[in-house]
């Protein structure tokens, strides 16, 4: 077993900064007219799955909703805030920004849901918004959501994911919009439903006494009734004019006459009020509002580096002192934004009266951003002040950090925020995106950032060294594309400059090329060299800054050491590869998922069905079209074949046509070739043999292709062509293909394949009244799978090989075993026939009718505990488990006992006496 790399490098990787003040209200300064009537109208509404509030801007959206969240956080609600940007439109980020949201109320509810965006992009959407509605279910605490400013959000992708939370979760989770329009929300089918609260501009509007209230009692102003009355029907009640009007009324001797020349719609008066009340301040101050207003928000250094202006801190409180629509956005007073409706008024003064400040000001919010790590506020104001050299040179300085720390969502978001056509000429840049492509399995997107980065570098003259190194890097790249589409005839031509040159070059690239030449390796039966190449790339592997290099080299060397019969040694690999995946990228994250594969594919070679189940179903949550094929064989082909031997065959059929269509889209023949073989296995344990021969002709054939792959696609055919042969009852063309079979097998020192191979034979010469042909086969594949422990290896050849078993039993008993073969252990053979026997009888299938089915003991331990009324935390803690597994337990004990739920499972337990 391998050492742990150097604890230095197995720190989990920060999540990028996030700007704090999206994940809670505005903080107000000074007393707020409360709203008593439309709280009222809220806690009328009761726990509605949506409510939304949606007026123009100025109508006191925010203000409303954060009084509401005052009035629920009393009741004992969990209070979310997320406050969105227009970066949510990439609904990767919306979903970090939403987790980070509930993250910092309930962190709990949220752990590692990061990570898996991280990983899996936005293929893992819908597994992390069902795990937050589960999440929040079962917690069983009230839960409110307030989504602010969803307007700015126009993205189908994000839209739908917002429509999915809202569907979808229970009535613990009460979500609250506020929008300036009702587009992308389920409006009508909760409308009939009951479950949407809507307050509208409407009903935002200040009557009179509201009115009064915000002008005479808290505004201070000297206002008859009838003014007080005029105002309020002159704006409508529209809370924006009537504080713009309380500003412009400070300090008139005659406020009433001010109010009668009042007129005309909002807009018109917006401009006229905003006029008047700028008109009216002193210089230095009218001048900090143009020179602020250009971020999105800002605090006293910013505003200072903006401004010129060494007392910004001072400025902004001074400025919040007078009622200048500057909201404060935490309760310490460091962080602020202006109403966006007066922002904007500036922003188009500014725009009017000086439009080259815009773009200094631009650049000086871009630095400040840079300087402070908020790369994303950087480039956007890079972008904005025409500046894209600098947004593009900031992204490619920290592009590949972001891809080493398998951040690669975010750089593909900030790539999204440059022009297309500034990156086309940017080396870097180019290779850092087809890293991050390739990393999440987008090969099409990944190709094309790389043949521009070759367009790039054959027509522009670069020094010959960055151009080589360049090349290097760009060639593995190149090679991991390839594999991960199977395609393995160049990759080591492609990665074997970068191995020689190892020394010179980054530990990353390095790391991957020695993963890279291992898997051809593995592909060509030569499993020694694998691990031998492996050995070497360790020390790359721990200089490498994230996951993934250092996890698939210990998945490679488990695999070679599978394929090589020392179990053991692969099992040990398998582990250390999840322990540094959960380490490093959190029990989530793809590179977890991709390890637990595996160990869950060795498992169920041991014949541990259960906690094989367990890993390979973790597996299937996020999606398993992810990694080289290996893991995606495991994913569908191993757990069909559980499902199946479960009694569940709907379940397994279900599986491989998913892995089916995974097959077609990513061009994958040697995945369909075992997905089909698969089906081929259920279709004749069923009895359909006329399909079994249907799906075993349409098997890819590997003719036309080269190497280990074509070989492996090949030898399945021929595998399932024998099978059916023998269903058929064609046992002498069976035992023909498997004789040929186990041959070339054996000639390429596959040792595991030869043995399944050589079980095969052996029932083949069975069924076709050859006994002693038959205990000949068979007794040399158990020999060779007594050593390794192999079990399913040989009990997969079927139910038709435990008459062969236990022929071998009686003549070694008897002393007939053939002087000359070698002797199968007792012991091994005693518990193949023990397994081969338990699933003859059916000891061990489950089926998915309504009733009662036997379950484990373990589960049995689970369900009293659930009974006695404990909840999955107090399970995992009195058992010795992860929650997870106890939730994975949960699963099957709901789908062996047909029900939907905690109460009818403990209730179904109760009726069928599993509990006395």
Same mark, same amino acid.
């Given at each position: 077993?391998?050492?742990?790399?150097?604890?230095?490098?197995?720190?989990?990787?920060?999540?990028?900064?996030?700007?704090?003040?999206?994940?809670?209200?505005?903080?107000?300064?000074?007393?707020?007219?409360?709203?008593?009537?439309?709280?009222?109208?809220?806690?009328?509404?009761?726990?509605?799955?949506?409510?939304?509030?949606?007026?123009?801007?100025?109508?006191?959206?925010?203000?409303?909703?954060?009084?509401?969240?005052?009035?629920?956080?009393?009741?004992?609600?969990?209070?979310?805030?997320?406050?969105? +940007? #227009?970066? $949510?439109?990439? *609904?990767?980020?919306?979903?970090?920004?939403?987790?980070?949201?509930?993250? !910092?109320?309930? %962190? @709990?509810?949220?752990?590692?849901?990061?990570?898996?965006?991280?990983?899996?992009?936005?293929?893992?959407?819908?597994?992390?918004?069902?795990?937050?509605?589960?999440?929040?279910?079962?917690?069983?605490?009230?839960?409110?959501?307030?989504?602010?400013?969803?307007?700015?959000?126009?993205?189908?992708?994000?839209?739908?994911?917002?429509?999915?939370?809202?569907?979808?979760?229970?009535?613990?989770?009460?979500?609250?919009?506020?929008?300036?329009?009702?587009?992308?929300?389920?409006?009508?089918?909760?409308?009939?439903?009951?479950?949407?609260?809507?307050?509208?501009?409407?009903?935002?509007?200040?009557?009179?006494?509201?009115?009064?209230?915000?002008?005479?009692?808290?505004?201070?102003?000297?206002?008859?009734?009838?003014?007080?009355?005029?105002?309020? +029907? #002159?704006? $409508?009640?529209? *809370?924006?004019?009537?504080?713009?009007?309380?500003?412009?009324?400070?300090? !008139?001797?005659? %406020? @009433?006459?001010?109010?009668?020349?009042?007129?005309?719609?909002?807009?018109?008066?917006?401009?006229?009020?905003?006029?008047?009340?700028?008109?009216?301040?002193?210089?230095?101050?009218?001048?900090?509002?143009?020179?602020?207003?250009?971020?999105?928000?800002?605090?006293?250094?910013?505003?200072?580096?903006?401004?010129?202006?060494?007392?910004?801190?001072?400025?902004?409180?001074?400025?919040?002192?007078?009622?200048?629509?500057?909201?404060?956005?935490?309760?310490?007073?460091?962080?602020?934004?202006?109403?966006?409706?007066?922002?904007?008024?500036?922003?188009?003064?500014?725009?009017?009266?000086?439009?080259?400040?815009?773009?200094?000001?631009?650049?000086?919010?871009?630095?400040?951003?840079?300087?402070?790590?908020?790369?994303?506020?950087?480039?956007?104001?890079?972008?904005?002040?025409?500046?894209?050299?600098?947004?593009?040179?900031?992204?490619?300085?920290?592009?590949?950090?972001?891809?080493?720390?398998?951040?690669?969502?975010?750089?593909?978001?900030?790539?999204?925020?440059?022009?297309?056509?500034?990156?086309?000429?940017?080396?870097?840049?180019?290779?850092?995106?087809?890293?991050?492509?390739?990393?999440?399995?987008?090969?099409?997107?990944?190709?094309?950032?790389?043949?521009?980065?070759?367009?790039?570098?054959?027509?522009?003259?670069?020094?010959?060294?960055?151009?080589?190194?360049?090349?290097?890097?760009?060639?593995?790249?190149?090679?991991?594309?390839?594999?991960?589409?199977?395609?393995?005839?160049?990759?080591?031509?492609?990665?074997?400059?970068?191995?020689?040159?190892?020394?010179?070059?980054?530990?990353?690239?390095?790391?991957?090329?020695?993963?890279?030449?291992?898997?051809?390796?593995?592909?060509?039966?030569?499993?020694?060299?694998?691990?031998?190449?492996?050995?070497?790339?360790?020390?790359?592997?721990?200089?490498?800054?994230?996951?993934?290099?250092?996890?698939?080299?210990?998945?490679?060397?488990?695999?070679?050491?599978?394929?090589?019969?020392?179990?053991?040694?692969?099992?040990?690999?398998?582990?250390?590869?999840?322990?540094?995946?959960?380490?490093?990228?959190?029990?989530?994250?793809?590179?977890?998922?991709?390890?637990?594969?595996?160990?869950?594919?060795?498992?169920?070679?041991?014949?541990?069905?259960?906690?094989?189940?367990?890993?390979?179903?973790?597996?299937?949550?996020?999606?398993?079209?992810?990694?080289?094929?290996?893991?995606?064989?495991?994913?569908?082909?191993?757990?069909?074949?559980?499902?199946?031997?479960?009694?569940?065959?709907?379940?397994?059929?279900?599986?491989?046509?998913?892995?089916?269509?995974?097959?077609?889209?990513?061009?994958?023949?040697?995945?369909?070739?075992?997905?089909?073989?698969?089906?081929?296995?259920?279709?004749?344990?069923?009895?359909?043999?006329?399909?079994?021969?249907?799906?075993?002709?349409?098997?890819?054939?590997?003719?036309?292709?080269?190497?280990?792959?074509?070989?492996?696609?090949?030898?399945?055919?021929?595998?399932?062509?024998?099978?059916?042969?023998?269903?058929?009852?064609?046992?002498?063309?069976?035992?023909?293909?498997?004789?040929?079979?186990?041959?070339?097998?054996?000639?390429?020192?596959?040792?595991?394949?030869?043995?399944?191979?050589?079980?095969?034979?052996?029932?083949?010469?069975?069924?076709?009244?050859?006994?002693?042909?038959?205990?000949?086969?068979?007794?040399?594949?158990?020999?060779?799978?007594?050593?390794?422990?192999?079990?399913?290896?040989?009990?997969?050849?079927?139910?038709?090989?435990?008459?062969?078993?236990?022929?071998?039993?009686?003549?070694?008993?008897?002393?007939?075993?053939?002087?000359?073969?070698?002797?199968?252990?007792?012991?091994?053979?005693?518990?193949?026939?023990?397994?081969?026997?338990?699933?003859?009888?059916?000891?061990?299938?489950?089926?998915?009718?309504?009733?009662?089915?036997?379950?484990?003991?373990?589960?049995?331990?689970?369900?009293?505990?659930?009974?006695?009324?404990?909840?999955?935390?107090?399970?995992?803690?009195?058992?010795?488990?992860?929650?997870?597994?106890?939730?994975?337990?949960?699963?099957?004990?709901?789908?062996?006992?047909?029900?939907?739920?905690?109460?009818?499972?403990?209730?179904?337990?109760?009726?069928?006496?599993?509990?006395?």
């Amino acid at each position: 077993m391998t050492s742990p790399p150097d604890p230095h490098l197995r720190r989990r990787t920060p999540p990028p900064p996030m700007p704090q003040t999206r994940f809670r209200p505005p903080v107000a300064s000074k007393t707020l007219v409360p709203r008593t009537r439309l709280l009222a109208d809220l806690r009328a509404g009761g726990r509605a799955r949506l409510t939304v509030i949606h007026a123009p801007a100025g109508y006191g959206k925010s203000t409303l909703a954060a009084q509401w969240c005052e009035a629920l956080a009393q009741e004992d609600a969990a209070i979310a805030w997320l406050s969105v +940007d #227009t970066d $949510d439109n990439a *609904v990767v980020w919306f979903l970090m920004h939403l987790i980070e949201a509930i993250r !910092r109320v309930q %962190p @709990a509810l949220a752990a590692e849901l990061g990570q898996v965006l991280e990983d899996h992009g936005g293929d893992a959407e819908r597994y992390v918004l069902t795990t937050l509605i589960n999440d929040i279910d079962e917690h069983g605490r009230r839960f409110a959501l307030i989504i602010d400013d969803w307007h700015r959000v126009t993205s189908p992708e994000t839209i739908a994911a917002l429509g999915f939370l809202i569907e979808n979760s229970s009535h613990n989770l009460q979500i609250v919009v506020t929008s300036r329009t009702q587009a992308g929300l389920p409006l009508s089918a909760l409308r009939i439903r009951g479950d949407l609260i809507e307050i509208d501009a409407a009903a935002l509007r200040f009557d009179t006494s509201e009115s009064r209230s915000l002008l005479v009692d808290l505004g201070g102003l000297s206002l008859e009734s009838d003014s007080v009355a005029e105002l309020t +029907d #002159t704006t $409508d009640g529209w *809370v924006a004019a009537l504080q713009l009007a309380a500003l412009s009324l400070r300090g !008139r001797r005659d %406020p @009433a006459e001010f109010v009668r020349t009042m007129s005309g719609r909002h807009h018109t008066i917006a401009e006229f009020l905003a006029e008047n009340v700028l008109d009216t301040l002193e210089p230095d101050i009218l001048d900090f509002l143009l020179a602020t207003c250009v971020p999105e928000r800002l605090n006293g250094d910013l505003a200072a580096s903006l401004a010129g202006n060494r007392r910004g801190q001072l400025m902004l409180e001074r400025v919040e002192e007078r009622d200048l629509f500057l909201l404060r956005l935490d309760e310490d007073g460091e962080w602020f934004r202006y109403h966006h409706l007066f922002a904007d008024y500036l922003r188009r003064r500014l725009e009017r009266d000086d439009p080259d400040r815009i773009q200094r000001l631009n650049t000086v919010a871009a630095q400040w951003f840079a300087r402070h790590g908020m790369i994303k506020e950087a480039v956007v104001h890079y972008c904005a002040a025409g500046d894209v050299e600098h947004a593009v040179d900031l992204v490619e300085r920290e592009a590949m950090v972001l891809v080493e720390h398998s951040r690669m969502v975010d750089l593909l978001g900030l790539v999204g925020l440059l022009p297309v056509e500034s990156v086309g000429d940017q080396p870097t840049l180019l290779t850092a995106i087809a890293w991050a492509n390739c990393l999440l399995q987008r090969p099409n997107p990944a190709q094309h950032s790389l043949d521009r980065l070759r367009e790039f570098l054959a027509r522009t003259p670069v020094d010959a060294a960055i151009n080589a190194d360049t090349q290097c890097e760009a060639d593995v790249v190149q090679a991991c594309i390839d594999v991960y589409g199977d395609r393995l005839d160049r990759a080591s031509a492609l990665v074997g400059p970068a191995l020689e040159q190892a020394e010179d070059g980054q530990p990353f690239v390095v790391a991957v090329a020695a993963n890279i030449d291992s898997f051809v390796d593995i592909q060509n039966s030569r499993f020694a060299a694998a691990l031998t190449r492996q050995r070497w790339a360790r020390p790359y592997q721990y200089r490498s800054r994230g996951p993934f290099v250092g996890v698939y080299g210990q998945c490679f060397s488990g695999i070679a050491a599978f394929a090589a019969l020392d179990l053991d040694a692969a099992e040990r690999y398998f582990n250390t590869a999840v322990d540094l995946a959960r380490d490093l990228a959190g029990p989530h994250s793809h590179a977890a998922q991709l390890a637990g594969a595996l160990l869950g594919d060795l498992r169920y070679e041991r014949n541990d069905l259960d906690g094989a189940a367990m890993l390979l179903e973790e597996s299937q949550e996020l999606g398993a079209e992810s990694g080289v094929v290996e893991f995606m064989q495991a994913s569908y082909g191993t757990l069909a074949r559980i499902r199946a031997l479960a009694g569940d065959r709907v379940g397994a059929l279900d599986l491989l046509s998913e892995g089916a269509a995974v097959a077609d889209r990513l061009h994958l023949p040697r995945l369909a070739s075992r997905i089909g073989a698969e089906r081929v296995r259920i279709l004749l344990q069923a009895g359909q043999i006329r399909d079994a021969r249907r799906a075993a002709d349409a098997l890819p054939s590997g003719a036309g292709g080269r190497g280990g792959v074509a070989a492996t696609i090949m030898h399945t055919r021929k595998s399932s062509e024998a099978m059916v042969l023998s269903a058929e009852g064609d046992h002498a063309a069976a035992i023909g293909h498997l004789t040929r079979l186990v041959d070339e097998l054996t000639r390429l020192g596959q040792l595991r394949a030869a043995v399944t191979a050589r079980a095969q034979l052996a029932v083949a010469y069975q069924e076709a009244g050859r006994p002693h042909q038959a205990m000949r086969a068979l007794g040399v594949a158990l020999c060779a799978a007594s050593r390794a422990r192999l079990r399913r290896s040989v009990l997969d050849a079927g139910p038709g090989l435990l008459p062969v078993l236990g022929n071998i039993s009686d003549a070694t008993r008897a002393g007939r075993w053939p002087v000359d073969a070698e002797q199968v252990p007792p012991d091994y053979l005693a518990e193949l026939i023990a397994a081969g026997a338990a699933e003859s009888s059916g000891a061990t299938a489950r089926t998915l009718s309504p009733e009662l089915r036997e379950l484990s003991a373990r589960e049995i331990d689970v369900l009293r505990l659930l009974a006695a009324g404990l909840t999955n935390q107090d399970i995992a803690e009195r058992l010795s488990l992860t929650v997870n597994t106890v939730k994975w337990y949960l699963k099957k004990i709901y789908a062996t006992l047909g029900v939907t739920n905690r109460t009818e499972s403990v209730a179904a337990a109760h009726a069928g006496g599993l509990l006395n």
